[in-house]
């Protein structure tokens, strides 16, 4: 076997050159340590300055109620009209989108309980009502739906027609839920408390309390004790 040819000059320097590192004196580490923990601190006042004159402002200007103690990192996607009511110690972790199918009678609501955490790129879409349970954990990327989203019908489809009352059922959460990653909740189903829904499963039907769900369609993994 013959040996493998030296790698070229301008090869080997320009390794070096990648993996090298500046070498910090101690006495400059005080310096740097304390402006990284001033660079941290200006981000967290501004994050909360932003959530105290913006953010709050706005969500008790639009939604329906909102309890005390509410944290929101940025304004919420909200679309169509309806109701939007959130209890106490509400958790908004990035950016959630909230839809409302219009025109209907009476709005369509979406009910968030009380120490309930959303995760970014949560999504509900309500044509009557999404209700969410107290203590629950939405998981980033979590959809609940109480609707199709368009008629089954594919003339009405292409139409542009919205979805009539057959295909819209309420959708319930109940307390102490945790919902994983990417979790798809579908029209028509209720949670029972204390159940774990997997990452990536899609609910059809309703979930007992106290269980593990997992799956497409979901299906009942595991009771809880």
Not at 96 to 110: G, L
Not at 117 to 134: A, P, Q, R, V
Not at 171 to 184: E, F, H, K, P, Q
Not at 198 to 210: E, F, I, K, Y
Request: charge should be positive.
């Amino acid at each position: 076997m013959t040996p493998a040819a030296p790698s070229p000059l301008w090869k080997r320097i320009g390794k070096r050159v990648l993996y090298s590192g500046l070498p910090i004196p101690g006495f400059l580490r005080p310096l740097i340590r304390g402006i990284y923990r001033l660079g941290v601190f200006v981000v967290e006042s501004s994050s909360f300055l932003f959530k105290l004159l913006v953010v709050e402002p706005i969500l008790r200007s639009v939604c329906r109620t909102v309890g005390v103690g509410l944290r929101a990192e940025r304004i919420p996607f909200m679309r169509g009209r309806g109701r939007l009511s959130m209890g106490d110690h509400v958790n908004l972790s990035g950016r959630s989108c909230f839809y409302f199918i219009s025109n209907r009678s009476p709005e369509p609501e979406i009910v968030i309980g009380s120490h309930v955490f959303i995760g970014n790129g949560c999504t509900l879409s309500s044509g009557s009502k999404i209700e969410i349970g107290d203590h629950c954990l939405l998981a980033a990327g979590v959809r609940i739906h109480d609707n199709d989203g368009h008629p089954l019908d594919p003339q009405r489809r292409r139409e542009g027609a919205a979805v009539d009352d057959a295909e819209i059922a309420p959708v319930r959460i109940g307390s102490n839920v945790w919902l994983g990653a990417d979790a798809t909740v579908l029209k028509g189903v209720s949670i029972g408390e204390n159940a774990v829904i997997g990452t990536g499963a899609v609910v059809t039907s309703d979930v007992p309390p106290n269980s593990i769900c997992a799956g497409n369609p979901a299906r009942v993994v595991r009771e809880l004790r």
